[in-house]
């Protein structure tokens, strides 16, 4: 599967972006897709995953400001970002893998070449 972020660009302390991520083909039955997230000098780390029954996991920085959500018939994720803080600069990617959602990067097997979020 190809994955394919947009969305991304630069807002001001405060502000929102919503990212997409179109996905080219269908998931299987068990699956998880999400964000992570890297700024420049630092380990990839998650943002927000989302599995096959919409369970939702965010990492706690996130909680209360990001909200992951999915179009199935679409093939799109999506990640609406509020009350953007300049510490969430950094580059967004797109991940998708089977089975359940678990926080390790290893465990997606498809990426997404990313796009730049900047807060300032």
């Known amino acids: 599967v190809q994955l394919v972020e947009s969305g991304g660009g630069s807002a001001q302390a405060g502000g929102s972006l919503r990212l997409s991520c179109k996905l080219s083909?269908?998931?299987?039955?068990?699956?998880?897709v999400g964000w992570y997230r890297q700024a420049t000098g630092k380990e990839r780390e998650e943002v927000a995953v989302?599995?096959?029954?919409?369970?939702?996991t965010y990492a706690d920085s996130m909680k209360g400001r990001f909200a992951i959500s999915q179009d199935n018939s679409k093939r799109t994720l999506w990640l609406q970002m509020n009350d953007l803080k300049p510490e969430d600069t950094a580059m967004y990617y797109c991940?998708?893998?089977?089975?359940?959602?678990?926080?390790?990067?290893?465990?997606?097997?498809?990426w997404g070449k990313g796009t730049q979020v900047t807060v300032s």
């Open positions: 989302i599995d096959a029954d919409g369970e939702t």
């Open positions: 991940a998708a893998g089977e089975g359940e959602c678990v926080p390790n990067p290893e465990a997606y097997s498809a």
């Open positions: 083909e269908s998931h299987n039955v068990d699956y998880c």
